[in-house]
């Protein structure tokens, strides 16, 4: 099968994702009516419009009558998140006058839910434009695939293998339609859920719609330049933890819990591990900024909380500079966001349950060297056990993941020091490049708009790449420069 057949068989779905999420993207308009900037109107409107261009033309391509593979499905969804990005990039170029590159990293740090930014003065944004940072952060949150299927009247072997090229692993219905309609009523729910929360704080209104949008989609984008510190209300800080928690944690717990309303989080291995990675974050940053940066204790423990769960939650925001912290620390706090959230969340990062997964494959491969090759060790999963066969496809396949994930950080962060020289430490640059790859946006400073094209380029390709954890933007690569006979 050739790449145009490929095509064909996918490209109306491929047509209806980008014509479903246009609608959701006209919503800035409304703010730019209410907000009487009217300067943003045709900025903002050009991305539902072309989008929905796009759409239009590519539903017109023939169909084949057949099921796209999944290797299709793989670089659909890896064209998607990147069309996408390029497409919602036109409104900072075309209403700030900002370089496209730019606005392309600013937009795709917004769909990956990423949150670093191009951006050198936020409070001179107008409002259209920050809603849209905000909103881009939410819809990426669930995922742009996860999105549109929760809006589409059938269902199907495309539309799974679309779903779960996305990352996504949710099996809360038999259809795949109707577990996406199940998250949109969890993520909704979680929604205002902290919108109410977060203005328990005191803060504006229009302040609290967006913290809560990027803090439960466990983004990272701002009103303020200053990020949160610019509030100086420690309420507000601690009322954003659990926003952030919640928006990590598996949905499939929230499911479960409406559902047969006897669920305890301590019961599932993901939630477990994620409060015991915050608990430990807290311990070890409160230790290092007493001992090694002489800070207070109230502050150490303010701060730690505070980045911890920022950390591991995979949500950009900050109340603190790791660029004045020990290198350490620095360290440290890369390991958790590399960590990251948990599968079936909004979080980045390599996820606990991969995590999980790899350290009982190690238990278990090194069992098994103890023991008689006659001896069957079994495997043990959520308290199941796995049938050996398909144990080591599974564990192979997690264990290459996480490789790829090292691996990608490791070629950047040299790629970076070379396309960027910088008077930072060295444990900042690995620090700035991990958290890219893990979608999480906690900075040290070193990304800016003062860094060169190319490195830019890299962090843009980083940010796109950790989203779809690796493998569809591989498969995309491979297709493009593949022969065929």
Do not use: C
């Amino acid at each position: 099968m050739d790449r145009i057949e490929q095509f064909s068989i996918i490209a109306p779905d491929i047509g209806n994702i980008f014509r479903y999420i246009s609608i959701a993207t006209a919503l800035p308009i409304v703010v730019a009516v209410i907000y009487q900037e009217w300067e943003m109107i045709l900025p903002m409107l050009s991305v539902p419009v072309v989008l929905f261009l796009l759409g239009t033309f590519l539903t017109r391509v023939p169909r084949q009558d057949r099921e796209a593979p999944l290797s299709a499905a793989l670089m659909a969804v890896a064209l998607i998140w990147l069309a996408i990005a390029l497409v919602s990039a036109l409104p900072f170029t075309l209403g700030l006058g900002i370089s496209y590159l730019d606005a392309v990293f600013e937009a795709m740090s917004g769909w990956t839910d990423t949150g670093l930014t191009m951006m050198r003065s936020v409070d001179d944004l107008p409002r259209t434009l920050l809603f849209w940072r905000s909103l881009m952060q939410w819809l990426g949150g669930i995922g742009i695939v996860a999105f549109t299927v929760a809006m589409a009247s059938r269902t199907g072997l495309t539309q799974f293998r679309l779903y779960r090229s996305e990352g996504r692993s949710e099996a809360l219905m038999p259809s795949v339609v109707a577990t996406g309609l199940e998250m949109w009523k969890i993520y909704l729910v979680l929604t205002v859920a902290s919108i109410g929360l977060v203005l328990l704080s005191g803060i504006p209104v229009w302040d609290a719609v967006n913290i809560a949008l990027v803090a439960i989609a466990t983004g990272g984008f701002s009103v303020h330049s200053e990020g949160i510190p610019f509030y100086n209300n420690p309420l507000l800080e601690v009322l954003i933890v659990p926003v952030m928690i919640a928006g990590a944690l598996p949905f499939k717990l929230y499911y479960f819990l409406y559902r047969q309303r006897d669920v305890r989080f301590f019961d599932d291995q993901q939630a477990r591990l994620l409060f015991m990675l915050v608990a430990l974050g807290i311990v070890v940053i409160t230790w290092d900024l007493v001992t090694l940066n002489a800070t207070d204790i109230p502050t150490a423990i303010r701060q730690a909380l505070f980045m911890s769960a920022a950390a591991v939650t995979s949500t950009g925001f900050q109340v603190a500079s790791p660029n004045e912290w020990a290198s350490v620390t620095v360290l440290f706090l890369a390991m958790l966001i590399a960590i990251g959230g948990a599968a079936g969340s909004t979080a980045g990062g390599i996820k606990l349950s991969r995590v999980v997964l790899g350290f009982q494959s190690l238990v278990w491969w090194f069992r098994r060297m103890f023991v008689s090759g006659k001896v069957l060790v079994p495997f043990k999963y959520n308290g199941r056990v796995i049938p050996k066969n398909i144990a080591d496809l599974e564990v192979s396949r997690n264990m290459l993941t996480i490789m790829l994930f090292f691996l990608t950080i490791f070629v950047a962060t040299i790629l970076v020091m070379h396309l960027q020289p910088t008077a930072f430490d060295s444990s900042n640059v690995i620090f700035e490049v991990t958290t890219a790859m893990s979608n999480n946006g906690i900075s040290t400073g070193f990304v800016s708009p003062d860094m060169t094209d190319p490195a830019k380029v890299v962090f843009v390709f980083l940010m796109w790449i950790g989203r779809l954890e690796v493998i569809p933007v591989i498969m995309l690569v491979m297709g493009l420069f593949k022969r065929y006979e």
